[in-house]
């Protein structure tokens, strides 16, 4: 019984191709958790708010600080996220802020990141619900930019 090898051209193919996806994994960018993307600063303006201003969120590990345009309006937390949520969920543990009544609360928000921007919106802490859209009434959304260093 004699051997029969493969033609060449098919051999050239199969290594051609094996190389083709070696070169694109080893090329394609590792995919950052939204846990990472997050941290640093950010700052965003309420789409639609009728009193413009500078809303500002700091990321630091799993605490969280926001500052609303309202000087009155602030939180200190912490967060987890749920990445796999669809829209992605975040959940803040308000651990001080000047309404003594959300202290200890949880506030339940969805939060999406898209072209660098991350928008942002929360219902009031207490209320076990996430909010159903970006877009929902009274539930006015973020959209925040990250500072540069």
């Known amino acids: 019984m004699q051997k029969t090898t493969p033609p060449l051209t098919s051999n050239l193919l199969t290594l051609s ?3 083709a996806l070696a070169v694109t994994l080893g090329c394609a960018k590792a995919h950052k958790p939204d846990a990472v993307t ?22 630091s590990g799993s605490n969280l600080e926001f500052h609303g345009v309202n000087t009155n309006e602030w939180y200190k937390g912490t967060y987890t996220l749920h990445e796999d949520a669809n829209p992605k969920q975040m959940i803040v543990v308000v651990t001080d802020c000047p309404a003594p009544q959300y202290v200890g609360k949880t506030a339940n928000a969805i939060y999406q990141i898209v072209d660098g921007a991350l928008t942002i ?22 959209v925040f930019k990250m500072e540069k260093p």
């Open 121 to 142: 919106t929360a219902n009031e802490p207490g209320n076990p619900a996430f909010p159903a859209a970006f877009n929902a009434p009274n539930m006015p959304a973020i």
């Open 38 to 59: 997050l941290q640093g600063k950010w700052t965003g303006e309420e789409a639609g708010a009728p009193a413009k201003g500078i809303n500002t969120l700091a990321l």
């Open 17 to 19: 191709l094996v190389a």
